[in-house]
Each structure stands twice: as structure tokens, then as C-alpha cells.
């Protein structure tokens, strides 16, 4: 059982371009959670997803910023018109049952530069 | 507002101490709490979970325990050797998502 995959492991991106920062999470998981890390920073919550749906975007920028998870295939933090303050790690968690219930596992992170 | 603060921010010890990192939660209605462990430029790995129902929870060398009264838990390492040296983060869950602290970053010198 592989654990939760991100890809790209690093992201180099001009300011004004897209990333797509990719999550799949663990066989049988459905619930899956997105964080950012600043640099000397701790993780903050941007967004929870279960298949098909957004539940708590509470975290996410209200602009240029979207994720979803569709029924087949991974997770996606898709990021429009990129600024430098954009670059950080992006960390994807995954879970078999609500947060409140279970452990959370996370993946290596995608490290997002925008230059 | 939920926040979670881990102290200290910084720890350096000699290889073989004991030693606590601690964890302070604002909103005692917390389901869970987990510590983890990230190495410079890494993924988060997974230490220990305690439920709200539990008091604490043993991995190896690691102890941690919850104290929801308090708001505190407590990450205790035994016998510290240097590829323990990591970033070590709590964090709580409170329904549909976690909270986590800054971390607190362990040197341990051979």
C-alpha cells in the first residue's frame, strides 16, 4: 500500500503562469486535506475535500486559488497566475474516515518556486 | 479561535538524554491529537495519535500523553540519539481538519 503520492516533488513556475500540484491518496482513503508551508513557517489548512465534493475551503484564498477531487483520479491544488508569495511547500494529507476519528498521513510535499 | 503552540521552538541536547517537548491547544474540545516528525526539505511522518479518550500513547522511545483539561500534551523521547534530530509537530483535530503548532526543532549532538 503506497502512501500518499505527490507530484511534482518540486514546481518551478514564472509569476503569471498555472501550477497543477497533483495528490493521490492512500488505497481506501477518501478524504483528503491540502496545507501550505511558508518558509520557517508551520502548516496551514487550506482546503478539505472528500470525493467530489469541497467541504471546508475555509483556508484557501479566495482568488486564483481552486482544488478538487473527482471520482477517478487524484486530487488537484491548481494555483492561476502565480506571484512569488505563492512559493512555499504544498503538503497533501489523506484519511480513511473524518479527521476527528482517524490518523492523518501525509506525502513528501510539492515545493512550488515562483520566480 | 483554535491555535495550537509548541515550546520551545528550538532545542539542542547530548546524544542519550531524555527529554519533553511540550504542546498547548486554546480549545479543549479536541477530538485527537498527533505528533510528527519532518526532516529539513521532507514529508511529514506520523509518530503518534492520541484519541480524546486516552491519556497517552508509547512508540519505542516515545511517549506522549494528553491532558484536554489543561490543553497540553507532551512528547517525551528517551534516551536521544542523533538521528532523532527533526522538526517535531503536534496537532489537533478538531472535526474536519488539523491545527498544528510551529514545531519545535531537536538537535541532538553526537
Known amino acids: 500500500n503506497a502512501g500518499v503520492m505527490q507530484n511534482p516533488r518540486h514546481l518551478v513556475r514564472r509569476r503569471g503562469q498555472e501550477a497543477r500540484l497533483r495528490c493521490s491518496p492512500m488505497?481506501?482513503?477518501?478524504?483528503v486535506y491540502w496545507y501550505r508551508q511558508l518558509p520557517e513557517e508551520g502548516l496551514k489548512f487550506m482546503v478539505y475535500l472528500q470525493k467530489e465534493n469541497i467541504i471546508d475551503e475555509s483556508g484557501m484564498p479566495k482568488e486564483r486559488f481552486s482544488a478538487e477531487f473527482p471520482k477517478e483520479g487524484p486530487s488537484i491544488l491548481r494555483i492561476q497566475q502565480v506571484v512569488r508569495g505563492d512559493s512555499a511547500a504544498y503538503f497533501c494529507?489523506?484519511?480513511?474516515?473524518?479527521?476527528?476519528?482517524?490518523?492523518?498521513?501525509f506525502g513528501q510535499g510539492t515545493r512550488l518556486t515562483v520566480v | 479561535k483554535q491555535e495550537v503552540t509548541q515550546i520551545p521552538a528550538a532545542l539542542s541536547v547530548p546524544e542519550g538524554e531524555n527529554l519533553v517537548l511540550n504542546c498547548s491547544f486554546t480549545d479543549s474540545a479536541i477530538y485527537n491529537l498527533q505528533w510528527f516528525r519532518q526532516d529539513p526539505g521532507k514529508g511529514l511522518t506520523s509518530l503518534l495519535l492520541?484519541?480524546?479518550?486516552?491519556r497517552e500513547q508509547t512508540s519505542g522511545r516515545l511517549n506522549a500523553s494528553l491532558d484536554k483539561s489543561s490543553g497540553r500534551s507532551t512528547l517525551y523521547i528517551a534516551a536521544s540519539q542523533p538521528g532523532d534530530s527533526a522538526t517535531y509537530l503536534c496537532?489537533?483535530?478538531?472535526?474536519?481538519?488539523?491545527?498544528f503548532g510551529p514545531g519545535t526543532r531537536l538537535s541532538v549532538l553526537p
Open positions: 492520541i484519541q480524546s479518550s486516552q
Open positions: 494529507a489523506s484519511s480513511p474516515r473524518q479527521a476527528r476519528d482517524t490518523e492523518a498521513f
Open positions: 488505497k481506501g482513503h477518501s478524504h
Open positions: 496537532a489537533g483535530s478538531y472535526g474536519q481538519n488539523f491545527v
